[in-house]
């Protein structure tokens, strides 16, 4: 995309701040130059995207004053300017090259000479851009005759040898007089004439300037945006019309012919009644944009190209009139806008919609495609040079250079393995597919995005019926011909910067994978399959709740909170470490997932479809419509596949086996672990504790695992103030204590009254209080039954998760996290601060939160009584009332209190279902 800069006298950033939101809008530059902002220090200027570097007026008043502003995603730094005039000027990098910007104001009452423009030059390293309102007239850039301050700044520039990029159009209005100048003027150094293009807007826009668009001079290189299809817009009638008995093919066609056939089938027909968004255009739309607005807009610009050509009294009037009139429509249009977008936030809206929404009210912009990055000390901005800096390092995560090679040999030796299966196979999972099986696939799919072939989920819903058969006869003749298609194998990454990361490290990006939507649709269908076989055989550990159904975080949280309060009753000592696993999907040893599976005895066509599945992985990375070379994966499983989920599952199982023939404890969620015990001896815990971590040494050294020493945290549960702390070794490294770990989301203190975690909690709840604050506060306002269900969403969805174990915490400790959600209530019923409060959730017609945090207790509670596998399944039947005595209330506990404060009876478990078969 090419690169913009935009130099604009504003005229008051907040009194036509609506004029730079259309500006970027329809620009989207990577600089904006302003002048006469009439910024005072009350008040940070923000502007979504950028960051802001700004200089008001000496005195502070709300006069003059310059900014410049930069793309978040790009990086710059101020250049503090001792001179004495209005600029602000910034270091930053185009293209591979250093620039300075300078937004400078002079203003016509203000004395200047040769002498302070010349010291300013001197502090501004070169090459550098000087955009500003000079308040200079001369023919050598404009229209008119020079006057004193054009003879100045034309000696100035003679002197310094700049070039001008002015062409000679006018860049400023004065309404009053109704004449035209050039007082704008963009200088720069001789090496950058040849870079830019020099343009002046059509439209005043609400400034009596025009705004500046500079351009860089592209290179044959574009990293645009990709094509997308606009769903939202799609004719599926007219799709499903096209694709009724519309492909053809023939008996004995491979694979790949037939799925190429398909793939062409859907894309035709996609092209006829889709439409697609352009690649070629780095343009955004505001939200709040008409075509009447537009339409409003292209009439002011009429007038004003009227008037220019008939300069009288009549036409300027009516210029005025509708220019008038435009930023009145612009007004109504961003209010009509922001109280849609807020009424449009329901409980059928999506948790990824509703957070994509909540984070724009929020002024929190998502990440954008890498501009820039740092390789080898050496800056690189060239959209190829980034995406093959991002495919270089993803590469490296899956590379064996990460093993030594004593682990080399280690894999190899496990390559060679002759496995005796202890299971019989299930010969129904050679079965062909049922469309019934495809229609859950297509059903329970999620997501807009699309592979290589451009076929979304929403286009295979549509299909024709005789489509869908057909796609159903491919996907079975990939199953038992077990041809895996090579097209199904190649993920298009796309780089997501990490929270709180330098964005011009190339590791600071996470990948994800889209794939083929044709071919996740068949991984779902195996993954269904083989998620059956391994529940109904228990297969995989109780200890294991990640992505499991009727599993969840809470599960293992619970159990864990129950364990560590009832030792804490019985005066014991409790030590938990909670294991991080580097990079474990990446690197992975996609031999141990098979060779577990063939010691369980699967076989046929569902065994080959997963060793075709792991074997020649590759990715490129998209950076815009500019993509990478293609790279290896070498060892793990795709982030974006459907059946990367049960294949880990499958590899992490054999160290809930490793780890029942020590006394200890374990709990895993996917890659989570940990691993725990207790006892009155701290010598025995010690040993014991001590001895499974050699084993998980020698474990994870066998499986191309890596723990980090530095992440992994232990943790000691005691009543005592102080007591003996044995040190423990991983990988002959000592692990560091900590009086809290975070597991799963929760905060564990080592007294276990979660006083930390609510404390925090309540902070980040606090937080999207004030987003509530800014809606309910609105001069247009905000709908109370909207403003009720995201204050529900934001603060008691954020409350909700993992209430039930937090909740064991004291009275005294929950009641601060009452404040947050009872003035979000308060504040989306129009409640008086007078109101009881009572009285408020009874006219919101919601729970209070201990009401919330009960019900949430009492459903998980039910879930755990149906679920015999459950660990505290039998813990549960078996446990006592409610000890008044007990120092330490568990999350069972408080199941039994709060069963009998509500008076609900017992219910018995008539009997559990089998898995039953997809």
């Not at 390293?125 to 000087?130: A, E, K, S, V």
């Not at 400790?813 to 109101?835: E, I, M, Q, W």
Request: glycine share 4%; net charge positive.
């Amino acid at each position: 995309m090419m690169t913009k800069i935009i130099q604009y006298n504003i005229n008051g950033f907040y009194n036509n701040f609506v004029d730079l939101k259309l500006l970027e809008s329809e620009h989207s530059p990577l600089v904006i130059a302003l002048q006469e902002t009439h910024l005072t220090n009350r008040r940070n200027p923000q502007l979504n995207g950028y960051k802001i570097f700004y200089n008001n007026h000496p005195t502070n008043s709300a006069v003059g004053g310059t900014a410049v502003l930069v793309k978040d995603s790009h990086l710059a730094s101020e250049i503090h300017i001792r001179t004495p005039v209005e600029c602000t000027a910034i270091r930053t990098r185009i293209q591979g090259r250093d620039i300075s910007i300078c937004s400078l104001y002079l203003n016509p009452s203000q004395r200047i000479n040769n002498a302070v423009l010349n010291q300013l030059l001197e502090e501004i390293p070169t090459p550098y851009l000087i955009l500003g309102d000079f308040n200079a007239q001369s023919p050598q850039w404009g229209v008119g005759p020079v006057n004193t301050r054009g003879r100045l700044v034309e000696n100035f520039i003679q002197e310094n040898n700049l070039t001008i990029l002015n062409d000679g159009r006018v860049t400023h209005f004065s309404p009053g007089h109704g004449s035209f100048s050039s007082i704008d003027i963009s200088v720069c150094s001789p090496a950058l004439q040849m870079f830019f293009t020099w343009e002046v807007s059509n439209d005043l826009y609400l400034s009596d300037h025009f705004p500046i668009v500079i351009s860089e001079i592209s290179r044959s290189s574009n990293s645009g945006q990709r094509n997308r299809w606009k769903e939202s817009r799609a004719d599926w009638k007219s799709f499903l019309r096209l694709t009724m008995n519309k492909l053809n093919i023939e008996e004995g066609v491979s694979v790949n012919q037939a799925l190429k056939a398909f793939n062409s089938m859907v894309i035709n027909a996609a092209k006829e009644s889709i439409p697609m968004t352009s690649s070629n255009s780095g343009r955004k739309y505001v939200p709040w944009w008409s075509r009447e607005l537009a339409s409003l807009i292209r009439e002011r610009k009429r007038l004003l190209r009227f008037y220019k050509r008939h300069p009288t009294p009549e036409n300027l009037s009516a210029f005025r009139i509708k220019r008038r009139e435009v930023k009145n429509a612009v007004i109504a249009a961003k209010q009509k806008s922001w109280r849609e977008f807020v009424q449009g936030i329901d409980y059928n809206t999506s948790s990824k919609e509703v957070w994509n929404k909540i984070r724009r009210i929020s002024g929190r912009a998502p990440n954008s495609t890498p501009t820039e990055l740092t390789v080898e000390q050496r800056f690189i901005s060239d959209p190829v040079e980034v995406a093959e800096a991002l495919a270089m390092a993803f590469s490296a995560n899956s590379s064996d250079s990460n093993f030594s090679e004593e682990d080399l040999e280690n894999r190899n030796k496990l390559s060679s393995l002759q496995a005796c299966a202890e299971y019989p196979g299930d010969p129904a999972l050679d079965n062909a597919f049922s469309m019934e099986e495809l229609e859950l696939a297509l059903k329970t799919a999620k997501g807009k995005s699309t592979g290589f072939d451009l076929i979304s989920y929403s286009m295979l819903r549509n299909l024709h019926l005789s489509e869908k058969r057909k796609l159903l006869s491919i996907y079975n003749q990939v199953y038992a011909e077990r041809e895996f298609p090579a097209e199904w194998k190649e993920a298009m990454i796309i780089p997501i910067l990490k929270p709180n990361k330098d964005s011009v490290n190339p590791i600071s990006y996470r990948p994800i994978s889209l794939l083929s939507c044709v071919g996740k649709i068949m991984e779902k269908m195996v993954a269904s399959r083989l998620m059956w076989w391994l529940e109904k055989h228990n297969l995989i550990p109780k200890n294991q709740a990640g992505f499991r159904k009727n599993k969840s975080t809470t599960d293992n949280l619970a159990y864990f909170q129950h364990y560590v309060a009832g030792k804490l009753n019985n005066k014991e000592h409790v030590f938990c470490i909670s294991f991080d696993i580097e990079k474990a999907y990446e690197r992975l040893w996609r031999i141990n997932i098979t060779n577990q599976l063939k010691l369980w005895g699967l076989e046929g066509n569902i065994m080959a479809y997963i060793e075709n599945f792991l074997i020649a992985r590759t990715f490129k990375v998209a950076v815009g419509n500019i993509f990478s070379n293609s790279y290896p994966q070498i060892n793990g499983t795709p982030t974006g596949s459907v059946m990367s989920v049960p294949l880990f599952l499958i590899a992490m199982c054999s160290v809930s086996h490793l780890l029942s023939m020590y006394s200890v404890e374990h709990l895993l969620y996917a890659d989570d672990l940990m691993v725990f015990t207790s006892g009155t001896r701290t010598e025995e815990i010690h040993e014991s504790l001590q001895s499974a971590l050699l084993a998980l040494e020698e474990w994870s050294a066998d499986r191309g695992f890596k723990f980090s020493a530095e992440k992994t945290k232990m943790i000691h549960f005691c009543r005592k103030r102080s007591c003996f702390e044995p040190t423990f070794y991983l990988n002959s490294r000592p692990i560091a204590y900590s009086p809290t770990v975070r597991i799963l989301g929760l905060i564990f203190d080592s007294k276990l009254n979660f006083k930390e975690h609510i404390k925090e909690l309540r902070n980040n709840c606090a937080k999207k209080l004030q987003i509530v604050k800014a809606l309910a506060n609105t001069s247009w306002g905000s709908h109370r039954t909207q403003l009720i269900k995201i204050t529900q969403m934001m603060i008691g969805g954020k409350y909700d998760y993992g209430a039930q174990v937090y909740a064991t915490a004291s009275q005294s400790t929950l009641k601060v996290l009452d404040s947050p959600y009872n003035t979000a209530v308060r504040l989306a019923v129009g409640g008086f601060k007078s109101s009881p409060i009572i009285s408020v959730f009874a006219e919101a017609g919601i729970a209070n939160l201990k009401d919330r945090r009960d019900l949430q207790i009492l459903k998980w509670a039910s879930r755990v009584r149906a679920d015999n596998a459950h660990l505290l399944h039998q813990v549960m039947q078996d446990h006592n009332p409610c000890n008044r005595n007990k120092r330490v209330i568990s999350v069972l506990d408080l199941v039994l209190r709060i069963s009998q404060l509500y008076e609900l009876p017992e219910v018995q478990l008539i009997r559990r279902c089998d898995p039953v078969y997809p």
